[in-house]
């Protein structure tokens, strides 16, 4: 596979594994493309023309230094100029692939935050009231997000000669979907249920042994679950702190997300919301794992690194 298409690949399986759908994220494109038409030819040109293809702003190709063949990846949560640095020692890295954004993916993050309007509608939310408190949000994540050097590890990739990408939210969107199934199928009654559940994943079990595995961060091990809902796996970054009463109206009882400020919990605490933290780092494995499993059949190499818990699904 060349780099283009592990990128494509990558869209493609996370519009798959979207909550919008197929037909949501048609809408979508098809609302950025109305926008773009109506724009100036001066507008036009500052436009990122890719926002009419790809979903997923927040992932992208950042540097091809040679199109081939890719045969071995390294791959990693966080990518910054050490790994480049160490691809480069390994010699024999045909390409980087980081899960979190850089660059312009990570100039354009707040852009895939829409997602979670989708996303608390799908959990029973009110779209308008999903949509007034995500737009105060996702503006302020736009402005947090401009203050990066966001094309640090992007320069180190062009000097050393090394090929450069992310997937983020396509991942995301896997790792909310597996675990939205396992909730499903086995249905916990009660936290500590749900807790052990959790734990049975392998990326999440390895992640107990250093201290990192799922916690209860609101709530108590016999609460009951009741709604469970996966607001908090995909869709870029933390929602607004005021969603959980709104969550809680519409009849969710239990959160579970990646990692939570110390604000949204002491809403959700408020809002009587049990939050379980599956676990950060061991949830963006979970989403890459599911994706690198589709690189893995192509013949594709993975060579984990920068906390990639690395679990294969193939065999
Ligand atoms: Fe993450």
Known sequence: MTIKEIHNLAIQTGIRAD???QEGI??????KRREYEKMSDEEKQDFDIE?????????????IAENKEISRVLVGIDVEPAEILMAEKMGNIDLIISHHPLGKGLAHLADVMDLQCDVLNFYGVPIN?????????????????????HQRTVDAAKILRMNLMNIHTPCDNLAAKFLHNLIAGEKPERIS????????VPEYKEAMKIGAGPKIFVGAPENRCG??????ITGGTEGSPKLYEKMAQAG??????????EEHKKEAEAAHLNVVIAGHISSDSLGMNLFLDELEKQGIEIIPCSGLIRVSRTG
């Open 227 to 232: 709604n469970i809902a996966l607001t908090e």
């Open 19 to 21: 909550f919008r759908g």
């Open 51 to 63: 926002a009419l293809e790809n979903p997923y702003l927040d992932s992208r190709i950042y540097h």
């Open 129 to 149: 009231i999903a949509e007034g408190l995500m737009k105060e949000r996702i503006e302020e994540v736009a402005r947090g997000v401009n203050k990066a050097n």
């Open 193 to 200: 249920d749900l807790l052990n559940l959790l734990r049975k």
């Open 252 to 261: 969710i009882g239990t959160v579970i997300g990646m990692h939570i400020s």
């Open 26 to 31: 048609r809408k979508f494109l098809e609302n």
